[in-house]
C-alpha cells in the first residue's frame, strides 16, 4: 500500500446527497480499509448543506479556507473561518449555512462512513 497520496491528483467528486457541494475522497473503509474516513469537502458561496446527522460517525471538520456559519444541535451558531475546528457527536443534527466565501474542509468521520 503507498502511504502517501497527492490531493491535486485527485478528481473532485459530487456529493452524494447535496447538490452542488463536491468532495474528494482521501482515506476510506472501501480503499485503505481503514476506520477512518478523510475527506475534502467544497461547499461554494451561496450554498448550504442542510439540516442532518451521522447516526453511526463523529464528524470532526478543519476549515482550511472560506466563511460561513454552522448551526451544531445543543449550541449556539457559530462562524466558520480558516482555522476552526469541530467535533459534531455521532446522531447530533448539524448543518453549515450563509456560505459567504467558498469553503474548503477536511472533514474526517470515524468510524468510517464510506
Not at 468532495?23 to 450554498?47: F, N, P, W, Y
Not at 469541530?86 to 464510506?114: M, N, Q
Amino acid at each position: 500500500m503507498k502511504p502517501n497520496i497527492s490531493v491535486e491528483e485527485l478528481e473532485w467528486q459530487p456529493h452524494k446527497t447535496v447538490r452542488g457541494v463536491e468532495i474528494k475522497v482521501l482515506i476510506s473503509k472501501a480503499v485503505q480499509g481503514t476506520d477512518v474516513t478523510c475527506l475534502l469537502v467544497r461547499v461554494g458561496r451561496g450554498l448550504e448543506v442542510p439540516e442532518h446527522l451521522h447516526e453511526n460517525s463523529d464528524d470532526i471538520l478543519y476549515i482550511l479556507s472560506g466563511k460561513a456559519m454552522m448551526a451544531v444541535e445543543g449550541s449556539e451558531d457559530f462562524v466558520l473561518k480558516p482555522g476552526i475546528f469541530v467535533r459534531v457527536p455521532k446522531g447530533t443534527r448539524h448543518r453549515i449555512y450563509d456560505v459567504s466565501e467558498d469553503l474548503l474542509i477536511y472533514d474526517v468521520f470515524w468510524p468510517a462512513l464510506l
